[in-house]
T-cell receptor
Framework: NAGVTQTPKFQVLKTGQSMTLQCAQD?????MYWYRQDPGMGLRLIYY???????DKGEVPNGYNVSRLNKREFSLRLESAAPSQTSVYFC???????????????FGPGTRLTVL | AQRVTQPEKLLSVFKGAPVELKCNYS??????LFWYVQYSRQRLQLLLR?????SIKGFTADLNKGETSFHLKKPFAQEEDSAMYYC???????????WGAGTKLIIKP
């Protein structure tokens, strides 16, 4: 049981390049999240997905797109990377109860992205 | 606006001393409050949540609505408590967690 996995662990991009961060969970969770963490700041939500095929913008969605093609996987795409997107990116998942309550979030190990 | 403030970026105490990590929040309503922890080279994980009223690894946290605080306490710190601690808030009926900037706790031998 791997929990939440993320690839790659590290990535260096040049300004304008594109890339996709992959995230998968094997806990059968409905909800999945992408966060970014910058020095001296708390985690900020980029996008949220309540279920396969649905996504919602979080606090800082500009410059990112996401895709939730199935229950397990939730990918984050940077179409044209900018230095301001240098950050550590975390994926998380959680179970959502029938009443709509969100349980504990489980996190991946993170991806450290540098945009030059 | 919803906001979580952890006033200490770094807290250093000796082993066996009491620890208090501060968390203050701004929210008009009844929030859910959480403490998450990240040990060195490990993933971010839930430590405790106010609704469970548990003591985890000797840590407790009480929600004080009057002072809008959710401080994390442990009476006797252990070296293995050294980690980054994050306080987070979730509003009623919401999925989004609002995070504090974190406090790095160092327990000196």
């Amino acid at each position: 049981n791997a929990g939440v996995t993320q690839t790659p662990k590290f990535q260096v991009l040049k300004t304008g390049q594109s890339m996709t961060l992959q995230c998968a969970q094997d806990m059968n969770h409905n909800s999945m999240y992408w966060y970014r963490q910058d020095p001296g700041m708390g985690l900020r939500l980029i996008y949220y997905s309540a279920s396969e095929g649905t996504t919602d913008k979080g606090e800082v969605p500009n410059g990112y797109n996401v895709s939730r093609l199935n229950k397990r996987e939730f990918s984050l795409r940077l179409e044209s990377a900018a230095p301001s997107q240098t950050s550590v990116y975390f994926c998380a998942s959680s179970e959502t109860t029938l009443s709509g309550h969100h349980n504990e979030q489980f996190f991946g190990p993170g991806t450290r992205l540098t945009v030059l | 606006a919803q906001r979580v403030t952890q006033p200490e970026k770094l807290l250093s105490v000796f082993k066996g001393a009491p620890v208090e990590l501060k968390c203050n929040y701004s929210y008009s309503g009844s929030p859910e409050l959480f403490w998450y922890v990240q040990y060195s080279r490990q993933r971010l994980q839930l430590l405790l949540r106010h609704i469970s009223r548990e003591s985890i690894k000797g840590f407790t946290a009480d929600l004080n609505k009057g002072e809008t605080s959710f401080h994390l306490k442990k009476p006797f710190a252990q070296e293995e408590d050294s980690a980054m601690y994050y306080c987070a808030l979730r509003g009623e009926g919401n999925y989004q967690l609002i995070w504090g900037a974190g406090t790095k706790l160092i327990i000196k031998p």
